[in-house]
């Protein structure tokens, strides 16, 4: 029964993705690649790169299939049996949940150079051209009238990273935890809708015009960009911000099966490349590889960073403290509305 | 008197009944019910009847009321005009009821949001008067109307559409006035008939999802629906607090479909009688 209610989920998360996703070749290998929502024009772009660069070097033919939603939702569907070989995350917890699972390894932040994070983002905001209400750094953010519009931290991780990236800003400038808790209980005070996804922020922020500021990954300015034109927004850098790492992990249950490790170990590898790094740099995600994020300056400028363990010890305990339920954020935001 | 029955095989029939419902139905929902026993008692209490769970109950079902009552008016209204009288173009707007049902849910709530918003096609002039129709409460209801209005009319067309008009006929003759007419002879005919659409909504209503979190804003305590309230536990995992509080919604439902089956037989009841 159990197998079942899982072989409904798997259909149900199958249908639920974008990517046709047909049934392996027997000739050819094949690797299914189970990634967020964003990063969708990302992998199209490099699974197109390692497949020549496969070629190059191994002499064989393989192909890259792409299964995208939101970072949990996915894997939760590969923890119930989708057969992704390789999984491409955005925050730590999706995979932790998938070690503790069984389905990736336990050590797996070792497998991979940069704790199995090939690439980082942090977050912005995103203000309307011109910046009209004058927005510069997190304290314009909480002033009287200012309209934040932000995911809601419950149901993204993109709305996690932004309210840890606000509480850790406080941090970073040697305020006590008590006035974080303020900053951010000011913070919400004026968002006005909390969206679903960054997707749905975005859309919200530009397609509805509600808000005067969005707090998004730095990758959605490029995706902004694309979507909307140019010149619509601009990104500003505040003083401080997060990084945000986006782990990749292979899954062993479906390797071993499938006999793919090699293949799966070559794919995660590439995107550490200088070809792979280019081509996230070239989607707004911010390469590891010094050389490429120097190259991409303008996109990428300098700003104060900080990590989750710093002020958070993991993203795990952050979720914990913060998140679930009857956490801080239910407290800051639920209380006097 | 086994001859009697159409359908030959009493005792086959009946098992391949129970089998399929057993399959598609009653598997799925027993293991939300299994999920939701790896909670202990006081774990289940306190996952269903937090803060925010308790307003997003009352959020929905409020609001899903709501809608149902206004569709239980405005749907009477269409399908009497659709069958009382004929006009130009009737075909066509007696397609158009349909829609609702046909659209996929997201596509329902972007499409109200884009008309609704304070930039939308609606929203615009609504903007200045101070009036705000999307994000808020006010969203949601206006979404789970438009999700719940075929209910309500292709319940009540068919129940018109018998009625005897000689009834009415006689009733005006014998000096009945016409609220006196609706009041007594029409209204009884097609009570059962609207009070099934009005449940068959209400009970839709309880369930959407995709037309209203795109309308809703999303503010805990304010504009967050139930089914919202189960995805945020399942993105954190927490699959046990997501399937109890589904598992609440389940019985809920389950009461109301009871009640539609009560009214179903006590129309089908008078109909005979």
Known sequence: ?337 | MAHKRVLPGFNITLGYSLLYLGLVVLIPLSALVLKTLSLSWPQFVEAVTSPRVVASYQLTFGASLLAALVNMVLGLLVAWVLVRYSFPGKQFIDAIVDLPFALPTAVAGIALATVLANNGWVGQFLHPLGIELAFNQKGIVIALIFIGLPFVVRTVQPVLEDSERELEEAALCLGASRLQTFIKVILPTILPALLTGFALAFARAIGEYGSVIFIAGNVPMVSEITSLVIIGKLEQYDYAGATAVACVMLLISFVMLFFINGLQVWQRKRAGA
């Open chain 1, 1 to 337: 029964m159990r197998a079942l209610f899982k072989s409904l989920v798997i259909a149900a998360t199958l249908a639920a993705t974008t990517s046709a996703i047909s049934p392996p070749a027997q000739a050819q290998q094949s690797l299914l690649n189970v990634s967020y929502d964003v990063a969708r024009e990302f992998y199209k772009d490099l699974n197109a790169a390692f497949v020549d660069h496969y070629k190059k070097t191994t002499g064989q033919d393989i192909r890259i299939d792409q299964s995208h939603a939101g970072s949990s939702a996915q894997a939760r569907a590969v923890a119930d049996g989708l057969e992704a070989d390789v999984v491409t995350m955005n925050t730590t917890t999706d995979v932790d949940f998938l070690a503790s699972r069984g389905v990736v390894a336990q050590d797996w932040r070792t497998r991979f150079p940069d704790n199995a994070a090939p690439t980082t983002s942090t977050m912005l905001f995103l203000v309307r051209d011109g910046n009209p209400k004058g927005i510069k750094d997190w304290d314009d953010l909480i002033k009287p009238g200012i309209q934040v519009v932000v995911v809601n931290p419950k149901t993204g991780g993109n709305g996690r990273m932004a309210y840890l990236a606000a509480w850790g800003n406080v941090l970073s400038k040697g305020g006590t935890p008590g006035q974080a808790q303020e900053f951010v209980a000011n913070l919400y005070k004026n968002v006005p809708v909390l969206a679903r996804g960054g997707r749905d922020a975005t859309g919200i922020f530009l397609q509805r015009n509600i808000g005067d500021v969005l707090i998004t990954f730095e990758s959605e300015v490029v995706s902004v960009e694309r979507e909307f034109g140019k010149g619509k927004v601009q990104a500003i850098h505040p003083s401080a911000s997060i990084i945000a790492e986006n782990p990749v992990a292979i899954v062993e249950r479906t390797v071993q099966k499938k006999g793919t490790e090699e293949q799966a170990h070559a794919y995660l590898t590439f995107l550490y490349s200088p070809e792979g790094q280019q081509i996230a740099a070239r989607h707004g995600i911010r390469p590891r590889l010094e050389s490429v994020l120097k190259q991409y300056q303008d996109t990428f400028k300098p700003l104060e960073l900080f990590t989750v363990e710093q002020y958070f010890g993991s993203l795990g305990e952050a979720q914990k403290v913060h998140f679930n339920d009857g956490g801080l954020f239910d407290k800051l935001y639920t209380v006097g509305r």
